[in-house]
C-alpha cells in the first residue's frame, strides 16, 4: 500500500516529538540532532509503501531506540488494516455463496 505525504508528514511529527521527549529525559543529546535530522530528510523523502516506511523505521529505531514507540504503532496499523481487509473478504466471499472460501481465508487470519 503507497503511503501519502499527509502520512509521512504525520510520523515526522511523531519523530519531532520523540526528539523533544527524548531531549527532555536524556536519552538523547544535542550532539545527535544533525545526524538524526539528516537520516530523517535523506531516507524519508524515498519511502513510497507501507513495507518501505516499516523499514526505515525499523533503522530509524535500532540506531536511535527512542523512536521504537514510533515503529511499533506504525507496524500495529498495518497489522490492523491487513487484518480488516481479511476480514472484509471473507464476507464478501461468504455473501457470493463462496463459503468454503471463506472459512479457508478466515483461518488464515487466526494463524497469524
Do not use: C, P, Y
Request: proline share 0%; aromatic share 4%; glycine share 4%.
Amino acid at each position: 500500500m503507497d503511503v501519502t505525504q499527509e502520512h509521512k508528514e504525520e510520523i515526522q511529527k511523531k519523530i519531532v516529538e520523540a526528539i523533544i521527549a527524548g531531549l527532555e529525559n536524556k536519552k538523547l543529546l544535542e550532539i545527535q540532532l544533525s545526524e538524526i535530522a539528516d537520516f530523517v530528510l535523506q531516507r524519508m523523502d524515498a519511502v513510497k509503501n507501507q513495507d518501505e516506511l516499516l523499514a526505515f523505521l525499523a533503522d530509524l529505531s535500532s540506531k536511535w531506540s527512542v523512536f521504537n514507540n514510533i515503529k511499533l504503532t506504525e507496524e500495529g496499523e498495518v497489522k490492523n488494516e491487513a487484518e480488516n481487509k481479511v476480514t472484509k473478504d471473507v464476507l464478501d466471499l461468504a455473501k457470493n455463496g463462496k463459503i468454503d472460501d471463506a472459512i479457508g481465508l478466515a483461518k488464515t487470519m487466526t494463524n497469524t
